[in-house]
């Protein structure tokens, strides 16, 4: 009974989410609770667990977060379940608290009732359904006691067991004994003589055992009875819990179905036609990427371009919707919208995009072709004034990232991109308009699906992760990362090709050296140089000689400096120290 109580909390809890999710398609897919919940989750979770979570599981981190949200749910629906009675609604009383807690989280996250309503009413009706399955275990009957007796056998009384008492012919061939006249009995021909006091004892034996089989067949049928009785109460508990099952299960695809079809802007999408840049790009050099195996091409794809956001949910905005807001300390306030875009002719550069939360030889790291409008005229027509110093860009879900304002108007191609690598953004990349700004980290930059411009000052106003302990100004620091040969591994002894990518966005890169075991440092050959805001790819010949070797590297600037040697976590401005790679060579 104690598993039926726990499957009970479980379904109730699915049946919340399940409504919850269907009403969130009339209040937005963001004031659901598993997503206003995991949302804030991810606000509070400790800088440590979140660069393990990133650094561990990449772009599934966020899978992973609603894994364990659902185990931890499963938990305290169960045991809701288990402790719910009718008489005592201590299950009801969890549901009530989580509703009121995800009620206020999602109101604050949304704003007004609205984004209330989906745990309100998702709890009202687990509710519901928790004390209704409830009853019905509660009046479930007790298993009955053992009876000794096999069921729907029954002991019951036979002629046999009347001719043992009354002295009849047993099965096994006893004489029978008949009464006579004065009390005695003859004993066949044996000639015994018995005496009154037997006979009346024979016939009390009789009464007792006819009296027992038949106590005994009564105890059965009761008992067959009993358990009739249990069965299907079990079974109209487990039809109400795969009732509540197929419930929220029904609910929650409704939901995600419904509010997909309203607001899902892929279709969308592939109908926009990209306007032309003023100047197109030439051709990359043919040296620009040297195409060695193992080696990461010079243009990511954006199918496996790294994407690192907060966002639980992809915001999913319409150009018809979209526009720029352009505020602050500015002389004019301006607004943006698609069509208003469309009316002006974009460029179209090469940028390197990198994360602030790469770890030394990680892959947070993607260079594109994006298609936009250049930030610096953008922000001239708004006239910023003197004394501001910083951009606090607003995201579709959000999101802030403060960028210095020198680094938009200084002349780089900081842009408003609509369109990557010849296509519009992907809407995991942004789509319709982002921002992208060579030489700073993304998290003080490359806000994606933006809405805002906040002209103001550092001093005044703080982004989501300088809220957090992040450093406010995020310069991209000079790195590479080796590609091929893969650490850990046995390659054969010989010449082997030790390749990788480095990058030192709007600095450029210079050169790349490669250490042997401790060795001197040596030069590597470097691919064409195409834009100082992108990475460069760099080769190294080496004669593998057999047993264990480290592998290092480390790239230097257009200025002269080497990356430094000095070892240092993403946490607050981005990770350093060389990447190393140990292999055995066979």
Same mark, same amino acid.
């Given at each position: 009974?104690?598993?039926?109580?726990?499957?009970?909390?479980?379904?109730?809890?699915?049946?919340?989410?399940?409504?919850?999710?269907?009403?969130?398609?009339?209040?937005?897919?963001?004031?659901?609770?598993?997503?206003?919940?995991?949302?804030?989750?991810?606000?509070?979770?400790?800088?440590?667990?979140?660069?393990?979570?990133?650094?561990?599981?990449?772009?599934?981190?966020?899978?992973?977060?609603?894994?364990?949200?659902?185990?931890?749910?499963?938990?305290?629906?169960?045991?809701?379940?288990?402790?719910?009675?009718?008489?005592?609604?201590?299950?009801?009383?969890?549901?009530?608290?989580?509703?009121?807690?995800?009620?206020?989280?999602?109101?604050?996250?949304?704003?007004?009732?609205?984004?209330?309503?989906?745990?309100?009413?998702?709890?009202?009706?687990?509710?519901?359904?928790?004390?209704?399955?409830?009853?019905?275990?509660?009046?479930?009957?007790?298993?009955?006691?053992?009876?000794?007796?096999?069921?729907?056998?029954?002991?019951?009384?036979?002629?046999?067991?009347?001719?043992?008492?009354?002295?009849?012919?047993?099965?096994?061939?006893?004489?029978?004994?008949?009464?006579?006249?004065?009390?005695?009995?003859?004993?066949?021909?044996?000639?015994?003589?018995?005496?009154?006091?037997?006979?009346?004892?024979?016939?009390?034996?009789?009464?007792?055992?006819?009296?027992?089989?038949?106590?005994?067949?009564?105890?059965?049928?009761?008992?067959?009875?009993?358990?009739?009785?249990?069965?299907?109460?079990?079974?109209?508990?487990?039809?109400?819990?795969?009732?509540?099952?197929?419930?929220?299960?029904?609910?929650?695809?409704?939901?995600?179905?419904?509010?997909?079809?309203?607001?899902?802007?892929?279709?969308?999408?592939?109908?926009?036609?990209?306007?032309?840049? +003023?100047?197109?790009?030439?051709?990359?050099?043919?040296? /620009?990427? *040297?195409? !060695? &195996? %193992? =080696?990461?091409? @010079?243009?990511?794809?954006?199918?496996?371009?790294?994407?690192?956001?907060?966002?639980?949910?992809?915001?999913?905005?319409?150009?018809?919707?979209?526009?720029?807001?352009?505020?602050?300390?500015?002389?004019?306030?301006?607004?943006?919208?698609?069509?208003?875009?469309?009316?002006?002719?974009?460029?179209?550069?090469?940028?390197?995009?990198?994360?602030?939360?790469?770890?030394?030889?990680?892959?947070?790291?993607?260079?594109?072709?994006?298609?936009?409008?250049?930030?610096?005229?953008?922000?001239?027509?708004?006239?910023?004034?003197?004394?501001?110093?910083?951009?606090?860009?607003?995201?579709?879900?959000?999101?802030?990232?403060?960028?210095?304002?020198?680094?938009?108007?200084?002349?780089?191609?900081?842009?408003?991109?609509?369109?990557?690598?010849? +296509?519009?953004?992907?809407?995991?990349?942004?789509?319709? /308009?982002? *921002?992208? !700004? &060579? %030489? =700073?980290?993304? @998290?003080?930059?490359?806000?994606?699906?933006?809405?805002?411009?906040?002209?103001?000052?550092?001093?005044?106003?703080?982004?989501?992760?300088?809220?957090?302990?992040?450093?406010?100004?995020?310069?991209?620091?000079?790195?590479?990362?080796?590609?091929?040969?893969?650490?850990?591994?046995?390659?054969?002894?010989?010449?082997?090709?030790?390749?990788?990518?480095?990058?030192?966005?709007?600095?450029?890169?210079?050169?790349?050296?490669?250490?042997?075991?401790?060795?001197?440092?040596?030069?590597?050959?470097?691919?064409?140089?195409?834009?100082?805001?992108?990475?460069?790819?760099?080769?190294?010949?080496?004669?593998?000689?057999?047993?264990?070797?480290?592998?290092?590297?480390?790239?230097?600037?257009?200025?002269?400096?080497?990356?430094?040697?000095?070892?240092?976590?993403?946490?607050?401005?981005?990770?350093?120290?060389?990447?190393?790679?140990?292999?055995?060579?066979?």
């Amino acid at each position: 009974m104690a598993l039926l109580r726990v499957a009970a909390g479980i379904a109730a809890a699915a049946l919340v989410l399940g409504v919850a999710e269907l009403v969130a398609v009339f209040t937005g897919a963001g004031s659901a609770p598993a997503y206003a919940l995991g949302a804030t989750v991810v606000d509070h979770t400790p800088d440590g667990l979140r660069e393990w979570a990133i650094q561990s599981f990449g772009r599934n981190d966020k899978a992973v977060l609603f894994v364990c949200m659902g185990v931890v749910a499963a938990v305290v629906a169960g045991l809701a379940g288990w402790l719910e009675r009718v008489t005592r609604p201590v299950g009801s009383i969890v549901f009530a608290v989580f509703g009121v807690v995800a009620a206020v989280i999602g109101a604050g996250r949304i704003g007004g009732i609205s984004g209330a309503l989906p745990a309100l009413i998702g709890t009202a009706a687990g509710i519901l359904v928790l004390r209704g399955l409830a009853r019905r275990i509660d009046a479930m009957p007790s298993p009955p006691a053992s009876t000794g007796v096999e069921p729907g056998v029954g002991r019951g009384v036979g002629p046999d067991d009347g001719a043992k008492a009354l002295g009849g012919e047993s099965p096994d061939g006893a004489t029978d004994r008949a009464p006579v006249a004065g009390g005695a009995i003859t004993a066949g021909s044996s000639g015994a003589t018995a005496t009154g006091s037997s006979a009346t004892t024979a016939d009390a034996s009789g009464e007792t055992a006819i009296g027992r089989g038949a106590t005994t067949g009564r105890a059965a049928i009761a008992a067959e009875e009993s358990r009739v009785a249990v069965t299907a109460g079990r079974r109209r508990v487990l039809g109400g819990i795969a009732a509540t099952g197929v419930m929220a299960i029904g609910a929650g695809l409704a939901g995600r179905l419904l509010g997909g079809a309203r607001t899902d802007v892929t279709a969308e999408r592939s109908t926009v036609e990209l306007p032309g840049p +003023a100047t197109p790009l030439p051709e990359l050099p043919a040296d /620009a990427d *040297l195409r !060695v &195996p %193992g =080696l990461t091409s @010079y243009l990511t794809p954006a199918d496996d371009f790294y994407r690192i956001d907060t966002a639980l949910i992809l915001p999913q905005v319409s150009t018809a919707d979209w526009s720029l807001r352009i505020h602050g300390m500015v002389d004019r306030e301006i607004r943006l919208t698609w069509d208003d875009l469309a009316r002006r002719t974009p460029v179209e550069h090469l940028v390197t995009l990198a994360c602030v939360s790469n770890p030394i030889n990680g892959d947070l790291i993607g260079n594109a072709r994006w298609l936009g409008y250049r930030l610096d005229e953008l922000l001239a027509e708004a006239g910023p004034h003197p004394d501001a110093d910083m951009v606090l860009s607003h995201s579709k879900d959000g999101w802030t990232a403060g960028s210095p304002l020198a680094a938009l108007t200084d002349g780089r191609d900081a842009l408003l991109a609509i369109g990557m690598n010849g +296509a519009p953004l992907p809407v995991q990349h942004g789509y319709p /308009a982002r *921002l992208v !700004v &060579p %030489g =700073l980290y993304g @998290y003080v930059s490359a806000t994606k699906w933006v809405t805002e411009l906040e002209v103001t000052r550092f001093d005044r106003a703080t982004a989501y992760w300088t809220r957090r302990g992040w450093s406010a100004q995020g310069p991209i620091k000079t790195g590479t990362r080796i590609d091929t040969p893969r650490g850990r591994g046995r390659i054969p002894q010989g010449r082997t090709t030790i390749a990788g990518v480095a990058w030192a966005q709007h600095r450029g890169i210079t050169g790349v050296e490669v250490q042997i075991d401790n060795g001197e440092w040596r030069p590597a050959r470097l691919s064409t140089e195409v834009s100082i805001d992108t990475w460069r790819q760099w080769v190294y010949d080496w004669d593998a000689t057999t047993g264990p070797h480290t592998i290092r590297a480390r790239a230097i600037d257009n200025t002269g400096v080497p990356q430094t040697a000095v070892e240092q976590d993403v946490v607050p401005d981005g990770a350093t120290g060389y990447p190393t790679v140990t292999l055995q060579v066979a």
